[in-house]
């Protein structure tokens, strides 16, 4: 099993739309956890860390589920700039990174 | 403020060459990772360095080393290139070396061996 996984996507919204996907994790004692986004060809960039009791940046909305070891990213109110590869990463002794989830914003 | 730079940007190799990559880490920061991502997939850790010490190895050959210099810089090296190594080598950041620190990433170094 893979420590980070998750839905490859591509989820193909219309701008204004609202968009959400889950990462599961395996390591249960993990502490840590982050949404990172990445354009194409481009670096990793953070984009939220996840907390215990679910955080929200603007229209991004990020939520924890520790029993089933799950987090989540929701987008509202899409724009075509928000269209990316969405990375999980979860903080066991290192970083490990899901393989993304592509989100395309089309107009 | 410079952010993580690493060179080259691009390169190419050929199957059994060497190749040294180079990070310079945001000033102030102590920690540099080194992450192979090859097309579709997400970063591979392959190691961590803090103060000059190795602090975590990921699942890669010894054909893979790296090392952290007395300012902070880092090189990864690979030795015995194999066609498999054709990714994307991302450098990272972080003020300490603790899984809960944001990781800031270069632009990454895109080795292609033929």
């Known amino acids: 099993r893979k420590e980070v996984e998750q839905d490859p996507g591509p989820f193909n919204v219309p701008e204004g739309a609202t968009v959400a996907f889950n990462c599961t994790y395996s390591n249960s004692a993990s502490q840590s956890f982050f949404w990172y986004r990445q354009d194409c060809r481009k670096e990793p960039k953070l984009l939220m860390s996840v907390y215990s009791s679910g955080n929200e940046d603007g229209r991004f909305t990020a939520q924890l589920n520790r029993a089933s070891q799950y987090i989540s990213l929701l987008i509202r109110d899409s724009k075509l700039s928000d269209s990316a590869t969405y990375l999980c990463v979860v903080n066991d002794y290192k970083l490990s990174f899901g393989a993304g989830t592509t989100v395309t914003v089309r107009a | 403020d410079a952010g993580v730079t690493q060179s080259p940007t691009h390169l190419i190799k050929t199957r059994g060459q060497h190749v040294t990559l180079r990070c310079s880490p945001i000033?102030?920061?102590?920690?540099v990772s080194w992450y192979q991502q090859v097309l579709g997939q997400g970063p591979q850790f392959i190691f961590q360095y803090y103060e000059k010490e190795e602090r975590g190895r990921g699942n890669f050959p010894d054909r893979f080393s790296a090392r952290q210099f007395p300012n902070y810089s880092s090189e990864l090296n690979v030795n015995a290139l194999l066609l498999g190594d054709s990714a994307l080598y991302l450098c990272a950041s972080s003020l300490q070396h603790s899984g809960a620190n944001v990781l800031t990433f270069g632009a990454g170094s895109r080795l292609t061996v033929l």
């Open positions: 000033s102030g920061h102590k920690s």
